[in-house]
C-alpha cells in the first residue's frame, strides 16, 4: 500500500495540468487534480490510521500558520457575498492543496521520494514546456503574439514553468550520466525558451530577482551554473524589452499602469474590508465598484489583485495574510545550508517576488505547488543529507 501511495503522489504532481478537466458531481464542480488528491487523502488516511502511524503536525512550527491560513480563508468564504464562488476556490485552492500537503509530509521519509516528486515536477514541466513550443510554431498566441499554450493567460504559463526551472536544479546535483547532465542543461534551455516567449515581465522579474539573492547570500556549488543562468535571463529580457525601458521609467507601460490602478484600488477594498476580507474569487466584483474613483481606468477583467500579499488580505483576511507571512518568516527562519533546502528556498522567493506583481498562488496548480514545495522544505529540514 506504501508504494502505491507513493506512486498516486508522483502522478498527481505529474498531473498538474489536469485541473483544467473539470466537470461537476451534482450540483459541485470538480477537477480531476481536485480528485486525484481526494482520492489520495482517503487512501492514505485509512492505511495510516489502521496501522497506527498518522503523526500530528503539533509538533511542527509550521502547524499555526497553516491553521491560521485555512481559518482566515473559511471565516472570508462564510462571509463572502457570493458564497458558491468562494467556496469554489476555498475547496480547490486551500482544501485539496493542504491535503495534500498532509499526505505528503507524513508519508515522505527518504531521500529517494524527493527526489521522485522533483523528478515527476520536472518531467511535468518539460512535458509542458514541449507542447507549449509546438503552439508557438502553430502560430497559436495571444492578440499581442505572447505564448500561453493551453492556458488562460502566458503568466499562468510562465508561473506555472519557473518552479519548475528551479526545482531542476537539485536534479542537476544528484546526476552523475554525463548525458543525463547534458539532457538537463538542454532542458533548462527549452524552460527557459518558453518562459521568454511568453513575455512575463513579471516572470522575468521574479527569475532575476530570485538569483540575484541566492548568488549574493549562497556558497553552493551551483553557484557559477545559476551565474550563467542569470546572464542568459538578463541577455533575453533585455532583449524583448530594451526598447520599452523608458516607459517602465516613467510608469507609463500599459501593463504597469495598470497593477497600479488595480492596488489602488485593492488598498480602496482594504480599508472596507480589513478584518475578515471580501471572500475568495470576489475581486472583480469589488474591484470594478471601486476603480471607478481612479483615473484613468485601463484594465475592466481584473480576477486578481496582481499582489500575492494583498490577493491572501482580501480573500483570507487580516487572519489568513498573518498565517501567510508567518509561514514564510518561519521558512526562512528554519533555512539549512543544504542542497535541497538552497533550491526550495530559491524557488520559493521566486515566488514572493514575483508574487509582488502577480497572484503566484492564487490558482488550482500554482496552490498545490505552494504547498508542495512547503512541505518538500520541510521534510528536508527533518532529513538529514539532503
Not at 286 to 314: G, T
Not at 369 to 386: E, P, Q, R, T
Amino acid at each position: 500500500m506504501q508504494k502505491i501511495i507513493n506512486f498516486i503522489i508522483y502522478l498527481i504532481v505529474f498531473s498538474l495540468p489536469l485541473y483544467l478537466v473539470g466537470f461537476k458531481i451534482a450540483w459541485v464542480p470538480v477537477t480531476v487534480l481536485e480528485l486525484m488528491i481526494y482520492a489520495l487523502f482517503i487512501i492514505w488516511l485509512f492505511y495510516f490510521i489502521k496501522n497506527k502511524k498518522v503523526r500530528s503536525l503539533q509538533k511542527s512550527n509550521l502547524s499555526i500558520p497553516i491553521l491560521l491560513i485555512f481559518l482566515g480563508v473559511t471565516i472570508s468564504t462564510l462571509f463572502s457575498s457570493d458564497i458558491q464562488v468562494s467556496a469554489g476556490i476555498w475547496k480547490a485552492w486551500f482544501l485539496a492543496p493542504i491535503l495534500f500537503f498532509i499526505v505528503i509530509i507524513n508519508t515522505v521519509k527518504t531521500k529517494k521520494q524527493i527526489k521522485n516528486i522533483i523528478i515527476a515536477f520536472v518531467l511535468s514541466g518539460s512535458f509542458v514546456a514541449l507542447i507549449a513550443l509546438f503552439y508557438w510554431f502553430n502560430e497559436s498566441l495571444t492578440y499581442d503574439n505572447r505564448l500561453q499554450a493551453f492556458y488562460n493567460s502566458p503568466n499562468y504559463l510562465s508561473m506555472f514553468l519557473s518552479p519548475v526551472l528551479f526545482l531542476s536544479f537539485y536534479i542537476y546535483s544528484f546526476v552523475k550520466n554525463k548525458i543525463l547532465k547534458t539532457l538537463l542543461i538542454a532542458d533548462y534551455l527549452l524552460l527557459i525558451t518558453v518562459i521568454y516567449l511568453t513575455y512575463s515581465y513579471g516572470a522575468w522579474f521574479g527569475l532575476i530577482g530570485a538569483t540575484i539573492f541566492v548568488l549574493i547570500f549562497s556558497k553552493i556549488k551551483l553557484r557559477y551554473i545559476l551565474l550563467f543562468f542569470l546572464i542568459i535571463i538578463l541577455f533575453f529580457s533585455f532583449q524583448a524589452s530594451s526598447y520599452k525601458f523608458q516607459e517602465f521609467l516613467d510608469f507609463s507601460y500599459p501593463s504597469l499602469e495598470s497593477r497600479l490602478i488595480i492596488w489602488q484600488s485593492s488598498w480602496g477594498i482594504i480599508k472596507d474590508h480589513s478584518l475578515i476580507g471580501i471572500g475568495p474569487g470576489m475581486f472583480q466584483e469589488y474591484y470594478l465598484d471601486e476603480q471607478v474613483n481612479f483615473e484613468p481606468y485601463p484594465e475592466w477583467a481584473v480576477p486578481q489583485p496582481h499582489n500575492i500579499f494583498l490577493a491572501f488580505w482580501l480573500q483570507t483576511g487580516l487572519i489568513g495574510l498573518i498565517g501567510f507571512i508567518w509561514l514564510i518568516i518561519i521558512i526562512f527562519l528554519n533555512y539549512k545550508p543544504k542542497i535541497l533546502s538552497f533550491i526550495l528556498l530559491y524557488a520559493i522567493i521566486y515566488i514572493l517576488i514575483h508574487g509582488l506583481v502577480d497572484t503566484t498562488y492564487w490558482k488550482n496548480d500554482l496552490s498545490v505547488i505552494f504547498w508542495v514545495i512547503i512541505a518538500l522544505n520541510y521534510k528536508a529540514d527533518c532529513l538529514s543529507g539532503l
